[in-house]
């Protein structure tokens, strides 16, 4: 059997016991627990704690990320950002990265699930931005511990809109209430038709599913990257670094041919594939 990659787990609310709890299924040992009091105090992750891990899953708190970087990337620590919230420090994190020559990955929403649904209102809004007859809007609803409103989801999904086309204004809001674990919805409106799509979460399984198979993906690899950018080539079993499927260290995919699954054409590239921007991690 083959040994267990070692996980440090930053942040160790809700998110961090699923992440622990799945983390078998994906071949990882948890080595360190980092968060709840030590964390609250600011107590600082200890290196001595830290020997042997590989890969950090961080879903702690805005505030934290940038120093958490700072303490990993100089021991060779590779990272899954699930924390929202911090794109202020996007460039100090980009240039820790960079100077200790360790991988990244962040993003809004670590659920499969989501990033088709960002392709599928993308295909939607661009038929549609043209046509004065369809308002756009958007909604949110979380469980009422979720701090943050709207949720990093529905700010991406305004992005993605914005990208197909949107200029004009799209109406947004947003609940907290209950356990509920999240549902976005995108809607279209007109006097002859509305046009509702819905995504909703079941659970927070599959954005801890997601955060660790980015944690498998992203060993061995350099730069910053964005889940929505990556996910393609994770599910995908994506090869190590020095193989087909690799990418640089600036976080661009090397070129590869087309894979085979059924794409939506003309909605976001030729592709179906988003369009590459360098994303600041939204709230949420």
């Known amino acids: 059997m083959d040994a267990m990659t070692r996980l440090a787990l930053i942040g160790y609310g809700a998110m961090g016991r699923l992440v622990e709890q799945l983390a078998p299924e994906h071949g990882f040992e948890v080595a360190l627990r980092y968060?709840?009091?030590?964390?609250?105090?600011?107590?600082p992750i200890d290196g001595a704690r830290l020997r042997?891990?590989?890969?950090?899953?961080?879903?702690?708190a805005a505030a934290a990320v940038g120093e958490n970087v700072e303490r990993l990337a100089p021991l060779g620590v590779a990272m899954v950002v699930g924390t929202t919230g911090w794109s202020d420090q996007l460039p100090r994190v980009r240039e820790t990265v960079a100077a200790h020559g360790v991988g990244l990955v962040h993003g809004a929403n670590f659920s499969v699930g989501v990033q088709v649904f960002y392709r599928i209102v993308a295909a939607a809004s661009q038929?549609?931005?043209a046509d004065a007859d369809y308002d756009p809007w958007l909604y949110e609803i979380?469980?009422?511990?979720?701090?943050?409103?709207?949720?990093?989801?529905?700010r991406e999904l305004r992005r993605v809109m914005e990208r197909a086309g949107y200029a004009r204004e799209i109406d947004a809001a947003s609940n907290r209430a209950g356990t509920i674990p999240g549902t976005h919805l995108v809607g279209f409106d007109?006097?002859?038709?509305?046009?509702?799509?819905?995504?909703?979460?079941?659970?927070?399984a599959g954005f801890a599913r997601g955060a660790l198979r980015a944690a498998r993906w992203v060993l061995g690899r350099r730069g910053v990257?964005?889940?929505?950018?990556?996910?393609e080539d994770v599910v995908g079993g994506g090869s190590r670094p020095d193989g087909?499927?690799?990418?640089?260290?600036?976080?661009?995919?090397?070129?590869a041919s087309a894979p085979d699954a059924p794409r939506i054409r003309g909605a976001i590239g030729t592709t179906g594939a988003p369009e590459k921007k360098d994303h600041s991690p939204p709230e949420g």
């Open 35 to 43: 968060g709840g009091a030590e964390g609250r105090a600011g107590v």
């Open 52 to 60: 042997g891990v590989e890969v950090a899953i961080d879903f702690s």
């Open 127 to 129: 038929l549609l931005a």
């Open 142 to 154: 979380h469980h009422r511990r979720k701090r943050d409103a709207p949720s990093g989801t529905l």
């Open 190 to 204: 007109s006097e002859a038709d509305t046009i509702r799509l819905e995504h909703q979460a079941r659970g927070r």
């Open 225 to 231: 990257f964005e889940w929505s950018e990556v996910w």
């Open 244 to 255: 087909a499927g690799a990418h640089d260290t600036n976080g661009a995919p090397a070129a």
